[in-house]
């Protein structure tokens, strides 16, 4: 850790830590009641329980971005944050609006919008949380040096703050509500969040590889250029059946298709850093997880979504558990094997120790990672018998619910995987080893 303001990015990595794992835990709930639907007490209906897996999941990958750039903006910049201690009220803020919102859930005090579920003032928190944030980074950006990965990160974080904005415009008309839904959670997940993804893989590319900065910065340029290319037309895949014309169905396939050309050139951006670096970096787990992000990305966001991305496809595809694999494999391999791969390179410094349970936390990887794959996989499986049984032959849903049991155990199966994986990464990166040893002379960190 080279300044003293970079160590408040540890509050932001064990909230993340937190809230990933009390989203896992409501996800393995919620597993459980596709299998036992009335095992859980009444408090805990299934609608619940998604809505707080969900939310989990959106904000804890909110507040590893937030860490992660807490970090290594100070690196980029060459410069203190310009004010660490506006960085830790943010941070309480913002743990403590979305501890608030878990308990309002429990108790019926949510909006109806998926995703958006905060109550209003939940909202209005989460506007001044980001306005802090962004005025401290942005502050501490325009005093120190500027480079690539600092402006793009900035063009990401500040496009999350923007279109996070949409959330309060609730019209009356049904099309237009869900057309602008849309303008936050796709231009979110599909478009500024992927620019926050390649900011930090630069990052670590150049901190794990010691490939020259210029090379990196390239392959940057090229992956944000296709993001925004692709991610903001690619909306239309969204359009398809909510009463928008029917041009949207042209525009969302052409372009959504195009969508995984993104995640292709970051698989081929991490496999080239890593064979022209050549410098053997003490870390390897961290480059693991590195790398298997941009893998599981393009797998998860890429080919999975590309799978049922054409209209003509989607017609039947639409709302089923396809859908619920691609979501799960992607959010897991663009944005959270970004973070825990953040988590896993900036831990050991931020707790002064040396990176000494790799085994264990590579471990995690496998599992965790497999786990998610294994659920994929099932979930894809049901997916195209549900379409089968109740698109295309008409059978009434909860007829073709009840064929489905197998893979919902399965998918059960893997979620117990995910946690068992938890539990290792995090005794890995934070039961107590020993201090760090001074920097070998034989590795100096790039710049």
């Not at 941070?91 to 979305?98: C, V």
């Not at 309002?104 to 995703?115: A, E, I, P």
């Not at 894809?380 to 018998?385: E, F, S």
């Amino acid at each position: 850790m080279k300044y003293e303001s970079q160590g408040v990015a540890k509050l932001y990595f064990f909230g993340a830590l937190t809230l990933f794992s009390a989203q896992l835990v409501f996800g393995l709930l919620g597993a459980i009641l596709y299998v036992a639907p009335t095992s859980l007490p009444d408090f805990l209906p299934f609608s619940v329980v998604r809505m707080i897996h969900t939310n989990a999941l959106v904000v804890w990958l909110l507040m590893g971005f937030f860490g992660a750039t807490y970090y290594l903006i100070p690196e980029e910049a060459e410069t203190e944050l310009h004010s660490p201690g506006l960085a830790k009220l943010q941070f309480w803020l913002f743990f403590g609006a979305a501890g608030a919102a878990v308990v309002g859930y429990l108790f019926g005090y949510y909006d109806g919008r998926s995703y958006l579920e905060q109550p209003l003032y939940i909202k209005i928190g989460i506007v001044v949380v980001a306005l802090m944030f962004l005025y401290n980074v942005s502050m501490t950006v325009l005093k120190g040096r500027k480079t690539v990965i600092s402006n793009i990160l900035l063009l990401g974080l500040w496009g999350i703050a923007v279109f996070f904005l949409f959330a309060f415009y609730v019209p009356s008309n049904t099309v237009l509500d869900k057309m602008f839904w849309w303008w936050v959670v796709h231009l979110w997940v599909e478009g500024v969040w992927e620019l926050v993804l390649a900011s930090i893989l630069a990052f670590l590319m150049i901190k794990l590889t010691g490939v020259d900065r210029e090379v990196v910065e390239k392959w940057l340029y090229v992956i944000v250029s296709l993001t925004l290319f692709t991610g903001i037309l690619g909306t239309g895949h969204h359009y398809y059946w909510i009463g928008t014309p029917a041009y949207w169905q042209w525009i969302g396939s052409i372009f959504s298709a195009l969508e995984v050309v993104p995640f292709f050139a970051i698989v081929i951006f991490a496999f080239s850093m890593v064979y022209k670096g050549g410098r053997r970096h003490p870390n390897k787990a961290a480059l693991l997880w590195s790398l298997g992000c941009s893998v599981t990305a393009f797998f998860g966001a890429g080919v999975w979504g590309f799978l049922h991305t054409l209209a003509p496809v989607n017609y039947y595809t639409h709302g089923t558990q396809i859908t619920a694999a691609h979501g799960h494999l992607a959010f897991y391999g663009a944005y959270a094997m970004i973070n825990l791969a953040m988590f896993t390179y900036a831990m050991p410094q931020l707790l002064n120790r040396a990176p000494y349970n790799q085994t264990l936390n590579m471990i995690s990887f496998w599992i965790i990672t497999g786990g998610v794959a294994f659920m994929t996989a099932a979930l894809t499986l049901a997916g195209v018998v549900q379409v089968h049984l109740q698109r295309v032959m008409g059978m009434a849903y909860m007829d073709v619910q009840a064929q489905l049991g197998m893979f919902y155990w399965l998918r059960l199966g893997g979620g117990l995987a995910v946690i068992l994986g938890l539990v290792l990464y995090l005794v890995s990166l934070l039961a107590p080893g020993k201090a760090s040893a001074p920097a070998s002379a034989s590795y100096v960190p790039a710049e």
